[in-house]
């Protein structure tokens, strides 16, 4: 095991998010606008996306360096072929102690118990709206919410351990929080409420579309009797509340109103096989894909690792004012290649 490695911050490396393709089954304006990712949209050619060879390779050598988490994302993580075969290799890497996945939640009941089997147990499914008119006008591929609750009660049925992310637009969703508050809390499921984010390009973001934790929690408190519940570990990024009938909780994640990025330990891999050291990142990431595809050792890819995460001082969410936001405009890379 390596010392230690901290970043320019002074902030260690705890997590690596995998995104394993940029391709998704629906198209929610604040991701993949429907305008932009039409039909006649190039996505990556196979020999593009790293291969889970690869994938495992880049993990081991984190995990020697202090990765302790790995979340798979996209895209769709779902639709990456065969995806239970990278989960049970990620599951044999050493100081791994936790997987996780984040999808839609769509294609759970045809790929979760192989995906369970393979040793997945966790999985967060990005839900926006319990109503399924909203839901449809958000996804713009004419899914329902009951589609995907339905598919919720499937993985959990079989074992699976789920939270529920829900990214809150002003003037879209923000009459499902009491709904939604409602039905998971009878269900024991943790739902949490993310401010919304000018992630990506085009998604149409500004502070006016904010619904900030303060507002979400006056809402939930005029309905619910709550409490707080005190952080788990380190960089947690949702403030948790408990309901005091029952016990069960929710969570409100301050990406924007109260920004964590001087506890972020979390590297990106993308789609295409760059490291980025953040999601608003605007210049193109460290291509590893290649790198590692010239033929270089474990020793050598390990150095790279440390010097990328040696130099990173991002804190985009710190920083983040109308001239910024208008700065990086058109400018940051995609969400679909780096995951939420
Ligand atoms: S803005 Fe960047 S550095 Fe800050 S918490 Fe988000 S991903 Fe981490």
Redesign the pocket.
């Known amino acids: 095991m390596v010392a230690q490695i901290k970043d320019k911050l002074g902030r260690p490396i705890r997590d690596l998010r995998i995104s394993v393709t940029d391709r998704c089954n629906f198209r929610c304006d604040y991701c993949m606008p429907k305008e932009i990712f039409g039909d006649d949209y190039v996505f990556l050619p196979k020999d593009e996306l790293l291969t889970f060879e690869e994938m495992v390779r880049i993990a081991r050598v984190y995990a020697e360096l202090g990765v302790k988490k790995l979340r798979i994302t996209g895209g769709e993580p779902l639709l990456r072929r065969n995806l239970y075969q990278l989960i049970a290799e990620l599951n044999n890497i050493d100081g791994i102690e936790d997987i996780g996945m984040t999808t839609n939640g769509l294609l759970l009941k045809k790929h979760g118990q192989k995906l369970y089997d393979a040793g997945l147990r966790r999985i967060n499914v990005s839900l926006d709206a319990i109503d399924n008119e909203v839901f449809q006008a958000i996804n713009n591929r004419n899914i329902k919410a009951t589609t995907i609750l339905d598919q919720i009660d499937y993985a959990v049925s079989i074992g699976f351990h789920i939270k529920v992310n829900v990214v809150i637009q002003k003037g879209v969703n923000d009459d499902q929080i009491i709904p939604m508050v409602d039905y998971f809390k009878d269900k024991d499921i943790e739902i949490r409420f993310i401010e919304f984010m000018d992630v990506g390009n085009d998604n149409g973001w500004d502070f006016s579309k904010v619904v900030t934790k303060n507002e979400m929690l006056d809402m939930i408190e005029a309905h619910f009797d709550i409490e707080p519940v005190p952080p788990k570990y380190y960089g947690e990024v949702a403030k948790y509340y408990r309901h005091k009938d029952n016990g069960a909780q929710f969570g409100l994640i301050t990406s924007v109103s109260a ?3 001087s506890t ?1 330990t ?1 590297a990106r891999l993308s789609s295409d096989g760059k490291f980025y050291g ?3 990142s605007t210049v193109e990431g460290f291509d590893i894909k290649s790198f590692i595809r010239s033929g270089v050792t474990d020793d050598e890819l390990r150095e790279q690792l440390i010097s990328l995460w040696n130099i990173r001082d ?5 920083e983040r004012t109308e001239q910024t936001v208008k700065n990086r405009q058109r400018k940051k890379i995609n969400m679909n290649y780096i995951g939420g």
């Open positions: 920004s964590f990025c972020c979390r953040c999601l608003f991002d804190r985009y969410s710190d």
